[in-house]
């Protein structure tokens, strides 16, 4: 049982390169979301799913698109990457068996746009 | 839209003494959860407690508790006998009711833990 993984672990791009994030949980898990943790602050969703087939906008989703063809994947893309977007990426995932439950974490994903 | 705020950047505490985080939040909602996440040097987020707003009891783990105040919206986390694993980044979060547990954290407190 690996919960939540996250591929790559580390990356740099040039400015205006594009590049995919990948999530996979195997906990069946109904719910999964992206953050961005940059430093000083806490971490802000990007985007998130509900199921497969569905995704939704988070706190600071521009520049980012997302896609959840499967249940148990959750990608992230960066179309054309900026400086701006140099940050440490989180995977989540959680039940919808109980409101409010606990979100399990990926390892994340340090990105770096020069 | 609902914020939290942790206004101590960074606390130390001495090996087996308490140490009490503070967190903030403002929200309109009458109905949430709350919770407190611990992220060590490796950078993996861990849950250390969780409350229900509805719940007029303080959640308890082990040597963890929280001190929840929902009429002043606080919300701290104590830690009993600290040990050295305690060091680490804590991040207070916050999720309203609904489908999907969307958190919004606070910046952060980095815990020192000395011998």
């Known amino acids: 049982n690996a919960g939540v993984t996250q591929t790559p672990k580390f990356r740099v791009l040039k400015t205006g390169q594009s590049m995919t994030l990948l999530c996979a949980q195997d906990?069946?898990?109904?719910?999964m979301y992206w953050y961005r943790q940059d430093p000083g602050m806490g971490l802000r969703l990007i985007h998130y799913?509900?199921?497969?087939?569905?995704?939704a906008k988070g706190e600071v989703p521009d520049g980012y698109n997302v896609s959840r063809l499967k249940k148990q994947n959750f990608l992230l893309g960066l179309e054309s990457a900026a400086p701006s977007q140099t940050s440490v990426y989180f995977c989540?995932?959680?039940?919808?068996?109980?409101?409010?439950?606990?979100?399990?974490f990926g390892p994340g994903t340090r990105l770096t746009v020069l | 839209a609902q914020t939290v705020t942790q206004s101590q950047p960074e606390m130390s505490v001495q090996e087996a003494e308490t140490v009490t985080l503070s967190c903030t939040y403002d929200?309109?909602?009458?109905?949430?959860?709350l919770f407190w996440y611990k992220q060590p040097p490796s950078r993996q987020m861990i849950l250390v407690i969780r409350?229900?707003?509805?719940?007029?009891q303080n959640a308890t783990e082990n040597r963890f508790s929280v001190n929840f105040q929902k009429a002043a919206k606080s919300f701290s986390l104590k830690i009993s006998d600290s040990q050295l694993g305690d060091a680490a980044m804590y991040f207070c979060?916050?999720?309203?009711?609904?489908?999907?547990?969307?958190?919004?954290f606070g910046t952060g407190t980095r815990l020192q833990v000395t011998l």
């Open positions: 989540a995932s959680s039940s919808a068996m109980r409101q409010g439950d606990e979100q399990f």
């Open positions: 906990m069946n898990h109904e719910y």
């Open positions: 799913s509900v199921g497969e087939g569905t995704t």
């Open positions: 929200t309109s909602e009458s109905d949430y959860y």
């Open positions: 409350q229900e707003a509805y719940k007029q």
């Open positions: 979060a916050f999720a309203p009711t609904g489908t999907a547990s969307k958190l919004t």
